[in-house]
């Protein structure tokens, strides 16, 4: 049986991450497909007075499947939202996941300087804070998985083996080389352009700090100069959050 107290688990478009909430940062991530988490809980077998603590933006049938496994073992949970004054950078606009709030929050946190914070998983999303903590909003655009399937649906004579994901930009000689490196050149183009429109704003001036998480962030941290990688950075801020939530009682 485990006996950490509070657990951290961060549900995005395709898998699930789950982490215990150690000290005031994530300790050991695991992630799994959402669908084998009543297994994993079975697995646990948490200490009955364990509280689950949830960031996600899925739709609400995915959430309620897990959050119907957290109910069926009698275990306590408190899903994250957005929550004015809860951590220092505030959200441009009220439909910004939380997924994307979380991840703002710790490296400015931590560096209070303008900042480009990229999350390329299922989605590439990109987001800017200004030196003085304001979010200027992002762009959202699909992940390379998504990109190499909508790809395949179109084209599927492409289909090829796979390839590890790559960490060049050099040219192919291969198709499935071509389409690895071709998806890392899109990605690493968004990110490039974006640093240049901010640079262009006033509020910046020049190319802020990127920081880079998500499933692709070291393939991207490979071809791009001057980035920080920043593994399961959304757990990160999701701990803030509940270590605020809990001081705040």
Not at 43 to 66: H, I, Q, Y
Not at 100 to 106: E, N
Request: with cysteine; net charge neutral; proline share 9%.
């Amino acid at each position: 049986m485990s006996s950490a107290s509070d657990w951290l688990l961060e549900l995005g478009h395709t898998r699930l991450k789950v982490a215990p909430l150690a000290g005031p940062r994530p300790g050991p991530v695991e992630a799994m497909a959402a669908e084998r988490f009543g297994n994993w809980l079975a697995e646990l077998k948490p200490d009955p007075s364990s509280r689950f603590w949830l960031a996600a933006v899925p739709e609400p049938g995915a959430v309620r499947a897990l959050t119907d496994c957290l109910d069926a073992a009698g275990l306590a949970w408190r899903r994250v939202h957005k929550e004015s004054g809860l951590l220092p950078v505030a959200p441009a606009y009220d439909s910004l996941g939380v997924d994307r709030w979380l991840a703002l929050q710790p490296p400015w946190l931590e560096q209070r300087r303008a900042l480009c914070v990229v999350d390329c998983g299922s989605a590439l999303t990109i987001d800017l804070v200004d030196g003085r903590g304001r979010h200027h909003g992002g762009w959202i655009a699909p992940g390379p998985d998504a990109c190499r399937d909508a790809l395949f649906r179109r084209a599927p004579v492409l289909r090829g083996d796979a390839v590890p994901p790559p960490h060049t930009l050099a040219p192919a000689c291969s198709t499935g080389e071509g389409i690895a490196r071709g998806l890392l050149l899109l990605q690493a183009g968004a990110i490039e352009q974006a640093l240049e429109q901010a640079a262009r704003l006033p509020e910046f001036g020049r190319r802020p700090h990127c920081v880079l998480t998500g499933g692709a962030g070291e393939s991207l941290a490979a071809v791009l100069a001057s980035v920080q990688l920043w593994p399961d950075l959304v757990l990160d801020g999701l701990a803030l959050a509940v270590e605020r939530i809990k001081a705040s009682r």
